[in-house]
């Protein structure tokens, strides 16, 4: 999902699985960025790190990063899921 039509195109057969997935997410955490939205989805499809990396073309240490970020601005407790909280979201 490097291009932008790349990403229209996942996004949409995304939809098609997990409905109104991103119209939640924005109602719930409307301050994520675009890259925050597409780590977000990835999460929800249970990709591994490197999985994740290879669809995002970055390596994994800066997928770790942004994990790091996106638990500091959905204010996750250290003991809370970024997984489970993304997974669970309906």
């Known amino acids: 999902i490097l291009t932008d039509a790349d990403w229209e195109e996942f ?30 989805s990835l999460i929800k499809l249970n990709l591994t790190t490197k999985e994740a990396a290879n669809m995002l073309a970055i390596s994994p240490e800066s ?13 996750l407790s250290p003991e809370g899921s970024l997984e489970d909280l993304i997974i669970n979201l309906s």
């Open 11 to 40: 996004k949409n057969m995304f939809e098609q699985v997990h409905r109104n997935f991103f119209t939640i997410l924005k109602a719930n955490f409307p301050d994520l960025s675009q890259a925050e939205i597409r780590l977000c």
């Open 63 to 75: 997928v770790n990063k942004a994990r790091y970020r996106l638990r500091k601005k959905l204010n």
